[in-house]
């Protein structure tokens, strides 16, 4: 049997028995996206300012949930439905775009989920960099939505 003969995989949702991404609201998913921001742009503060490490890896965590919520609810107003993992948020923000919320994804993903979350290793620069972006992407996917 060829690949493109197989059945697609199964969904999160028949697997385990929800969805990874909770059912919201478009506005409640940009509060969400807020609050997650807010919170993890100080936990990264106040980390740094203690040397906790633990602490900047946890408020990179949750600037790139805040990112991930705020990129939702763009795909969920777009009308692509509500995506199931990361690589349903990166194929919605490629169909629904701008362009550059999907660069915004990308770069999120690899420096403050995998690489500072998830690895540890905190380069201050490069996460700086992120959280301006993921400031911007959410004020953009704000204005797209139309809040």
Sequence with gaps: MKKR??????????????SL???????????DAKEFLRVGKDEIEKGRSTADERMVREGCEKMFHAF???AAARIQKYGLGIPESHDDIRQGLYMAGPKDLLETWDKAFSRLHAISYYRGWLDYQKIDESVKEVESGIEKIEKLVGR
């Design 5 to 18: 003969d197989q059945p697609p995989p199964p969904s999160l949702v028949s697997q385990i028995g929800y």
């Design 21 to 31: 991404i909770p059912k919201k609201t478009v506005q409640q998913r940009l509060h």
């Design 68 to 70: 991930v919520e705020a």
